[in-house]
T-cell receptor, first 114, second 109 residues
Framework: ETGVTQTPRHLVMGMTNKKSLKCEQH?????MYWYKQSAKKPLELMFV???????ENNSVPSRFSPECPNSSHLFLHLHTLQPEDSALYLC?????????????FGPGTRLTVL | GQNIDQPTEMTATEGAIVQINCTYQ??????LFWYQQHAGEAPTFLSY??LDGLEEKGRFSSFLSRSKGYSYLLLKELQMKDSASYLC??????????WGAGTKLIIKP
């Protein structure tokens, strides 16, 4: 247990569906992250929130929409996804951003887009 | 561009020693992390190096040479539970983590 939880753990959706991924951290951290992990590829940073404000959006397609209502919760809203979006989506949190800040990861949501 | 290179897969024997290398080319350097990720689980922090040299933590050690853009993770007295992927990541000048693709380590009895 890393103190970061994600739900659901597995999700299968069609290209026309709308779904949301949820992340919650119980560590009192101020920064939260969404990553995409595809097989044999480096982790791709998608979004960063620091004190609920989005500080990074790494050219992510608009079919992915993040939401951070407070420092403990992070959502990723999904709509009209493509099969190539199938991957493991990891949430992480850290005390802050910048300098040494160990990131704590959740177990991920395994997403399959049909 | 920024690049982190590490071997895709390595195999080692239980009880032995294995060294996983990581080379990097990044815009600036503010430290290097190693994470362990078991299949289907969250990556977990192993080590952080920002100065040259060797950091030892139990069976695991991590080495850094900033002038060579090189690090390695050394695992001693290998156990079956060490079978996992090992991710190398560098904190660049913008304090963004640049990740390698990971090294899958297979331990055989």
């Amino acid at each position: 247990e890393t103190g970061v939880t994600q739900t659901p753990r597995h999700l299968v959706m069609g290209m026309t569906n709308k779904k949301s991924l949820k992340c919650e951290q119980h560590l009192g951290h101020n920064a939260m992250y969404w990553y995409k992990q595809s097989a044999k590829k480096p982790l791709e940073l998608m979004f960063v929130y620091n004190f609920k404000e989005q500080t990074e959006n790494n050219s992510v397609p608009s079919r992915f929409s993040p939401e951070c209502p407070n420092s403990s919760h992070l959502f990723l809203h999904l709509h009209t996804l493509q099969p190539e979006d199938s991957a493991l989506y990891l949430c992480a949190s850290s005390q802050g951003t910048g300098n040494y800040n160990e990131q704590f990861f959740g177990p991920g949501t395994r997403l399959t887009v049909l | 561009g920024q690049n982190i290179d590490q071997p895709t897969e390595m195999t080692a024997t239980e009880g032995a020693i294995v060294q996983i290398n990581c080379t990097y080319q990044t815009s600036g350097f503010n430290g290097l992390f190693w994470y362990q990720q078991h299949a289907g689980e969250a990556p977990t922090f192993l080590s952080y190096n920002v100065l040259d040299g060797l950091e030892e933590k139990g069976r695991f050690s991590s080495f850094l040479s900033r002038s060579k853009g090189y690090s390695y993770l050394l695992l001693k007295e290998l156990q079956m539970k060490d079978s996992a992927s090992y991710l190398c990541a560098v904190l660049d000048s913008n304090y963004q983590l640049i990740w390698g693709a990971g090294t899958k380590l297979i331990i055989k009895p």
